[in-house]
């Protein structure tokens, strides 16, 4: 198994332009998590879905932020428009039964 | 790399020595704690995971204590090698919820 997927593994952008961040899950599993991390906060839970269906985006910052997730095996994080502040590393991860995450290597972005 | 805090609290260890890392958990309804490991670069690995109704649980080189009366996770390595360098987290949940809390994170470092 590849693990999960994440891409790209670095984005520089400008502030006001919109990114989007890529995941995809491990096969089989039924929960997927998209977290953020950043020397002031740690890794925070910004949303999370359980077979395709957002259950909590209440650690989405704002209304910038949206996530999807179309089918089992794919979801994206996208920022509209960006902003420095938002620079970090973010991460996804999938579980069996929200047990024992897996997470993908990060996407590190740069907001300039 | 630049995805783990340069304030986190570091616990330095002689190679060979055993390495103790200590957290305090925040919800006392929390009955599931897992401890992850966080190499530079790469996203944090599950290493090892204990119920509230166990105190004591073993691993290959590693073992986790729980002290619910003071709400209290350590990780103890045992012979510490090179390979153990990286930041250490202890994240807690409930086995009713599906969102685990990461607590800050402990940096450890082997010395030669």
């Known amino acids: 198994d590849a693990g999960v997927i994440q891409s790209p593994r670095h984005e520089v952008t400008e502030m006001g332009q919109e990114v989007t961040l890529r995941c995809k899950p491990i096969s089989g599993h039924d929960y997927l998590f998209w977290y953020r991390q950043t020397m002031m906060r740690g890794l925070e839970l910004l949303i999370y879905f359980n077979n395709n269906v957002p259950i909590d985006d209440s650690g989405m910052p704002e209304d910038r932020f949206s996530a999807k997730m179309p089918n089992a095996s794919f979801s994206t994080l996208k920022i509209q428009p960006s902003e420095p502040r938002d620079s970090a590393v973010y991460f996804c991860?999938?579980?069996?039964?929200?047990?024992?995450?897996?997470f993908g290597s990060g996407t590190r972005l740069t907001v300039v | 790399g630049e995805s783990v805090g340069l304030h986190l609290p570091t616990l330095s260890v002689q190679e060979g020595d055993n390495s103790i890392i200590n957290c305090a958990y925040s919800n006392s309804a929390s009955d599931y704690f897992i401890w992850y490991k966080q190499e530079s670069g790469k996203g944090p690995q599950f290493i090892i995971d204990i119920r509230s109704n166990m105190d004591k649980r073993q691993g290959q080189r590693v073992t986790v204590l729980l002290n619910k009366t003071v709400k209290h996770l350590s990780l103890q390595i045992a012979a510490t090698q090179p390979g153990d360098s990286a930041v250490y987290f202890c994240a807690e949940t409930s086995l009713r919820d599906d969102k685990i809390i990461f607590g800050k994170g402990t940096r450890l470092h082997i010395l030669p």
């Open positions: 991860a999938s579980s069996e039964r929200a047990r024992g995450y897996t």
